[in-house]
């Protein structure tokens, strides 16, 4: 089994990959799997004002499960009741993407949807594994891991 599943509602050739290689950069160990949603504009907002309160349209929302984990390489026994017996795994959280949003973005920046698609993704899984952009500091390091990543993956903009 891979340290890492991704549950999707779409069929994304790379997503497996994208997220084995965010796991290897940031030198995880314990099993996890994450649920990936790919929505439309109604959804995401829906989403953004119930969990957030901002009424607008976003690209990407992530609910992560656990506290305390970034930079740190934690195991089942870190977190024994977030395990699930039926994966053998922990469960990280979910991603929501907007589709619309992503496509957008991909026009504005002048590359592909598809390296929009896998950057949101990244993206999303950072934070569910304990990064942020709330301080310049942050934001940079988010930037890096992001743009190691998506090197790793051989998707340049």
Do not use: W
């Amino acid at each position: 089994m891979p340290k890492i599943k991704v549950y999707a509602s779409k069929d994304l050739p790379l997503i497996e990959k994208a997220a084995q290689t965010v796991y290897k950069t940031l030198k995880q160990k314990a099993p996890v799997f994450v649920e990936l949603d790919i929505v439309d504009e109604q959804t995401i907002q829906t989403l953004n004002r119930e969990n957030r309160q901002i009424d607008k349209v976003t690209d990407v929302l992530s609910f992560p499960m656990l506290d305390g984990i970034r930079d740190k390489a934690f195991t089942k026994k870190d977190f024994p009741l977030d395990y699930d017996e039926d994966e053998k795994a922990i469960f990280l959280g979910s991603i929501a993407i907007c589709e619309q949003r992503a496509k957008e973005q991909a026009e504005e920046f002048g590359h592909s949807f598809e390296r929009e698609l896998y950057y949101l993704f990244v993206h999303g899984l950072l934070h569910l594994f304990g990064y942020d952009h709330m301080t310049e500091e942050d934001k940079t390091q988010m930037r890096e891991k992001e743009e190691q990543v998506m090197l790793k993956l051989g998707i340049t903009r």
